[in-house]
Each structure stands twice: as C-alpha cells, then as structure tokens.
C-alpha cells in the first residue's frame, strides 16, 4: 500500500467513524436524529476554534477528535442557530449603518 493509499483509507475510516457516531446521536434539544443535520455546538464559548466537523474532513486523529467532541452539545442545525442565536448575539450582530437623511 503506497502512502497516499494507506492516508485515503485512513480518511474513509475517520469519516465512517464519525457518519456512525452522529447516526447514534441524536439533537439535544428537539430530538431530530437525522444525522446529515447533526453539529457540535461547543459549550464553553472559550474553547471554540477548531471545528470537529473539520477535524474529520482534515483526518485528525479518532482520539484527539473525540476530545473536542467531549466539549460539545450535539444539536440540529436549526437548534444550533438558535444557540447562536441566543448566546453569541454579539458575535453575530453586524454593525448597522446608520441611514443618512440626505432630505430635510
Ligand atoms: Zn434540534
């Protein structure tokens, strides 16, 4: 098996792993288990950054996957936009311009 090979079968497997884990999972908050809709939502807003959906897509390794996982709410996107909603209302609020009355 040449390198490349053996690192492709590896990404198919860290990927099966993961489709398997959210195909257990189900959302925290409304129950949908339709695992092609299932995220991670980190719980402690200071540990964000990696995200494990890209941790997959990149092949890190199960264990360290796993770890970030651990730090993590399984929710539907629906209910992960309304956390965002709710708890990171600032980081999503975009600066609104201030209309300029040009009539007067
Ligand atoms: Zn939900």
Redo the contacts with the bound molecule.
């Keep these: 098996m040449t390198p490349a090979e053996s690192r492709r079968r590896y990404k198919c497997a860290v990927r099966a792993w993961y489709e398997a884990y959210k195909a257990n999972s189900k ?1 925290r ?4 288990t339709d695992s092609d809709k299932l995220q991670f939502h980190h719980r402690n807003g200071a540990n964000k950054g990696i995200n494990v959906a890209r941790m997959v897509a990149e092949s890190h390794s199960v264990a360290t996957i796993l770890r970030e996982m651990r730090k993590c709410t399984i ?2 996107e ?2 992960h936009a309304k956390r965002h909603g709710l708890s990171d209302a600032c980081e999503l609020r975009t600066p609104r311009k201030e209309e300029a009355s040009s009539d007067g």
């Design positions: 959302c908050d409304c129950g949908c929710l539907c629906d209910c």
